[in-house]
Nanobody, 124 residues
Framework: QVQLVESGGGLVQAGGSLRLSCAAS????????MGWFRQAPGKEREFVAH????????YYADFVKGRFTISRDNGKNTVYLQMNSLKPEDTAVYYC?????????????????WGQGTQVAVSS
């Protein structure tokens, strides 16, 4: 089992920044690829970013490229999502997830463990 706890969400004005954190406990954190997803009201959960076990490879949804950065610290069992130049359409609940396989990184059902989510609201 892996337990994931997100933090760092909040209310920010358009153009602002937030850094989300996801702290993991349980099984060895470095065994898992990690992803960030988000879900806005009335919409499906969508892929945001993914980072490999070592942190050497990262992938992003097109709508966040150049604005968001995913990183991880395996010594602290934590994955981060730095979000810059935020837009009102980035408003959503953000979830981190752990993925043992590293396959189909954009598909939520392939992830093994999920956090409870943290709310991000961007005002215009």
């Amino acid at each position: 089992q892996v337990q994931l706890v997100e933090s760092g969400g909040g209310l920010v004005q358009a153009g602002g920044s937030l850094r989300l954190s996801c702290a993991a406990s349980g099984r060895t954190f470095s065994w898992y690829h990690m992803g960030w997803f988000r879900q806005a009201p009335g919409k499906e959960r969508e892929f945001v970013a993914h980072i490999s076990r070592s942190g050497g490879s990262t992938y992003y949804a097109d709508f966040v490229k150049g604005r968001f950065t995913i990183s991880r610290d395996n010594g602290k069992n934590t994955v981060y999502l730095q979000m810059n130049s935020l837009k009102p359409e980035d408003t959503a609940v953000y979830y981190c997830a752990a993925d043992a396989s590293g396959l189909q990184i954009g598909v939520p059902s392939t992830y093994d463990y999920w956090g409870q989510g943290t709310q991000v609201a961007v005002s215009s």
